[in-house]
């Protein structure tokens, strides 16, 4: 079963994957953990997309395509994938349908998350993660334990996104409406798309998630 997972900035793609992905067993492809890495490493396209990144720019369509054809391709063998961030642009939609095409793939859900602009914005400047063990927390909807200190691996390393402020959320919202919301009718048409709202509790959000993949 593979899936896409589509919303805004903070509208719950990745808390959402991570519980697919203990549930149905599928494995989380999400462009923008994949750029974070590729940052982190300081490879020539991690010092391309940092300053995009950043500024809540999206890295050019080019790149992302080469990035994730080997990803979707290691998991052609594996019981699914769920694309997280991915595509975010009319050619990326595109030149993901060439790339199932060739790999003999297919994707069996489309789902939006729904989320309203001013509860992205508190979503995504609250939230932080242990840089050790990568768990997500959120200042006000999901603090850690203790004070500082991961929940669950007790780590002090609490780390937080350098666009997770509100001028690079700003531009991110902007690109969102922009340049991925006009995929949606492209889908639509599909009549692979489901939306789903991402308002209530996250759990509340899976319930509705499992209702669509049942
Ligand atoms: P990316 O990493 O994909 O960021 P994003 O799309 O902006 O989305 P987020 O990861 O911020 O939010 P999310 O939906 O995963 O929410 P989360 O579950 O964490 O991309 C970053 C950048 O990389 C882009 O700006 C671009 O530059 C580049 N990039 C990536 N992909 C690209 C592509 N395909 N093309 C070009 N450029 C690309 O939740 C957010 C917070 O809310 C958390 O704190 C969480 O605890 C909390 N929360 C979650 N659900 C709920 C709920 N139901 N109720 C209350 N709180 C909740
Ligand atoms: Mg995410």
Redesign the pocket.
């Known amino acids: 079963m593979n899936l896409i997972l589509l919303?805004p900035?903070?509208?719950?793609?990745?808390?959402?994957s991570a519980r697919i992905v203990t549930v149905y067993n599928l494995v989380q492809i999400?462009?923008?953990?994949i750029?974070?890495a590729e940052v982190k490493s300081s490879t020539e396209l991690g010092k391309i997309?940092k300053s995009?990144?950043d500024d809540?720019?999206?890295?050019p369509?080019n790149l992302?395509i080469d990035m994730i054809s080997g990803h979707i391709e290691k998991e052609a063998g594996s019981s699914g994938f769920i694309l997280?961030?991915?595509?975010?642009?009319e050619e990326?939609a595109k030149a993901l349908d060439v790339m199932l095409l060739e790999k003999n793939l297919k994707i069996d859900y489309v789902i939006k998350?729904e989320v309203d602009e001013k509860a992205l914005i508190e979503?995504?400047v609250?939230?932080f993660s242990c840089g050790d063990c990568g768990q997500?927390?959120?200042d006000k909807?999901?603090p850690t334990k203790l004070t500082n200190i991961c929940d669950v691996c007790g780590s002090k390393n609490l780390v937080r996104r350098a666009?997770d402020n509100v001028e690079s959320m700003t531009a991110?919202l902007v690109?969102y409406r922009e340049q991925t919301e006009p995929i949606l009718p492209y889908y639509e048409k599909k009549g692979a798309l489901t939306i789903v709202n991402?308002m209530?509790?996250?759990e509340e959000?899976f319930e509705q998630i499992e209702v669509v993949m049942s």
């Open positions: 919303g900035p903070g509208a719950g793609k990745g808390t959402q999400s462009t923008g953990d750029l974070r997309a995009l990144m809540g720019k999206l890295v369509d992302i997280d961030g991915f595509p975010r642009t990326q998350l979503r995504v609250g939230r997500g927390y959120h909807f999901a666009d991110r690109a991402g209530k509790t996250p959000v």
